[in-house]
């Protein structure tokens, strides 16, 4: 149940900064639900890959790399999902950097609500 809750509220979230960024497209909600599934299996699978690959870099740059990757990331739902479209790089850095932000405040508030 805490993970389905997760899912709609991170949907919720993208469909939010579709509408404030310019560059994000989103066609409906379902696709919200698509694009927040799909972002998480990326994370969860593809994004642990990436970063051994570029441990190095990440390294050099103290972590700024990261920006880099959850932007690849945004990028490779864009090319998965069918109603989902991100018009650049520095838009899916931007994207990425939102979506973490916001879904840290909806989490930090869900702990404190079960305390």
């Known amino acids: 149940m805490k993970l389905i809750i997760r899912l709609l509220l991170n949907a919720i979230i993208v469909f939010a900064l579709a509408h404030v960024l310019s560059g994000v497209y ?17 994370n969860l699978i593809v ?5 051994i690959f570029t441990l190095p870099i ?29 018009s650049s790089i520095w838009t899916a850095i931007l ?5 973490s932000f916001l879904q840290s405040i909806v989490q930090s508030t869900l702990k404190e609500d079960k305390k």
């Open 26 to 42: 989103v066609n409906s909600y379902v696709t919200a639900i698509i694009v927040a599934v799909v972002i998480s299996i990326l």
């Open 47 to 51: 994004k642990p890959i990436l970063v």
């Open 58 to 86: 990440t390294i050099v740059t103290l972590g700024l790399f990261l920006l880099v990757i959850n932007a690849i990331i945004i990028l490779l739902a864009d090319n998965l999902i069918a109603g989902f479209s991100v």
């Open 95 to 99: 994207f990425s950097l939102l979506l």
